[in-house]
């Protein structure tokens, strides 16, 4: 069976030689370039077409970097251990990433990125599976109420993204 990671043009961007690394290891199915800083990625961003980034947030301008893939229709998944908080989750997704990834998860990195090229490839779309996957850990991670402070956002989130019980049982 085909990995849908075959030859996918990978683009990793993070200042920690250990995880650009590591990342290198997990995707060696994939055809990667990896960047330490802001500079190597925009250049590597302006000059190649990517199937996928992963974008550090702290120490390169990940979020800087998220709008120039934005701009060229690269899906981003934002990867972070520094900035692993409610408002950078937020920032990330109302900034256009796919997918908001605590270094923590970092072996199931393949899995993420596999979650946001197959809706892309059948439909053109991609889908919040990540955040079902991960939504554990975050209230781990956060404590309880951690909603609270963007309620208004997560309201939309769970309307635009979940199927509601009513929307459940018309698909069953």
Request: overall charge negative; glycine content about 6%; charged content about 35%.
């Amino acid at each position: 069976m085909e990995n849908i990671l075959d030859g996918k043009r990978i683009l990793i961007v993070d200042d920690e030689p250990d995880i650009l690394e590591t990342l290198v290891e997990i995707l060696d199915m994939c055809l990667v370039d990896s960047a330490p800083n802001f500079e190597t990625a925009k250049k590597f961003l302006n000059k190649n077409k990517y199937d996928l980034a992963i974008l550090d947030i702290m120490g390169v301008r990940g979020y800087e970097l998220l709008e120039i893939a934005n701009e060229k229709d690269i899906p981003a998944l934002m990867l972070t251990a520094h900035a692993v908080s409610p408002d950078n989750l937020v920032k990330s997704i109302k900034g256009g990433a796919q997918s908001y990834i605590p270094k923590d998860s970092i072996s199931e990195i393949a899995v993420y990125i596999t979650d946001i090229l197959e809706p892309r490839e059948k439909d053109g779309k991609g889908g919040p599976d990540w955040f079902e996957k991960l939504e554990p850990y975050f209230d781990s991670k956060f404590g309880e109420g951690w909603k609270e402070k963007d309620r208004e956002f997560w309201d939309v989130y769970d309307r635009k993204f979940r199927a509601g019980k009513d929307e459940m049982e018309e698909m069953l």
